[in-house]
DNA sequence: GTTAGTGTAACTATCATTGTTACAATGGAT
DNA sequence: ATCCATTGTAACAATGATAGTTACACTAAC
């Protein structure tokens, strides 16, 4: 199991955005450089916009940042793009036997370790901003794609 | 996407192993705690088993836990059930454009991130013994299954 | 009006998960 | 030695998510 490659590729979008700011991010474009098909872009450009975090409207090429990537935590991007629910990280065995102690009590001793162990993953998201990634990528590299 | 019931399953029956110590834990016994097919308890065993959690023979009745339940994190039976691999919670698309500065260098920027949120999960898991699951769940019933 | 680009539905292929049947192998009970 | 309950595992089906693809309606810039 794993967390989709949605996550991934969104942050690639969106920093590719801050990098070609002053160029038009066509779907076609950016799947040229995160190397799929345009269709795939654009579903997660939609979610991307519907969080808020970036523009994009209908007949018009290019999509751009709708705010400051210092202000865009990967936790945000990782919401956005709905690769995990609230709470539902784990998979809880949904029909333990009540008539057994451990049947009846598993689930709701499991949770909140569950959740804990979770938030503590989405935490370090939330500590990292798209500003940070930015830098890392392109602070030395000074073209975006030919 | 969701990390494998079969997680939360091994944790049910180790539980049960520990509260059912003094009787014989069969797979047909435990499917009954757990509420699924023997087999799908079989190959949980046979998981924890192969990690050192617990003990079974073919042919010979009921399972046994290897070692005291304060000596089992949570991140000890996780990892027995191989529900995610090292390194590998989040999923980074593979072939991203190398001739694109973003392209190239997205794969190596992120990694390290992704890593450590995982790893901020997985030691949250740590912290927790099937001791502190088993306080919780049955330190206040008496009985096991009837 | 033409045209490039976005939005989205629909379909496919692939994969992991969970449950199921089936059966060989094991070892305790007699 | 035989019986038989149990374990170990292969094989298969059903389900659901993912990622890619084609197709096409809709939008707005020109």
Redesign the pocket.
């Known amino acids: 199991?794993?967390?989709?490659?949605?996550f991934a590729?969104a942050i690639h979008i969106l920093s590719l955005l801050e990098l070609n700011k002053d160029g038009?991010?066509?779907?076609?474009?950016?799947s040229g450089s995160?190397?799929?098909?345009?269709?795939?872009?654009?579903?997660i450009?939609?979610m991307l916009?519907?969080a808020g975090l970036a523009n994009?409207?209908?007949?018009?090429?290019?999509?751009k940042l709708a705010r400051d990537i210092s202000e865009i935590t990967l936790l945000d991007v990782y919401r956005a793009v709905?690769?995990v629910e609230e709470d539902g990280l784990f998979?809880v065995?949904?029909?333990p036997n009540p008539e057994c102690p451990v049947g009846r009590n598993i689930q709701t001793s499991i949770e909140p370790i569950f959740s804990a162990a979770q938030k503590a993953m989405e935490d370090t998201l939330a500590k990292v901003t798209l500003q940070d990634i930015v830098e890392d990528i392109g602070g030395k590299e000074a073209n975006v794609c030919d």
Do not use: L
Request: hydrophobic letters at 35%.
């Open positions: 199991m794993t967390i989709s490659s949605r590729v038009v991010s066509t779907s076609e474009y950016i995160v190397n799929t098909n345009p269709v795939v872009i654009r579903r450009m939609s916009s519907k994009v409207r209908p007949g018009v090429a290019g999509a709905h690769v998979s065995h949904e029909k």
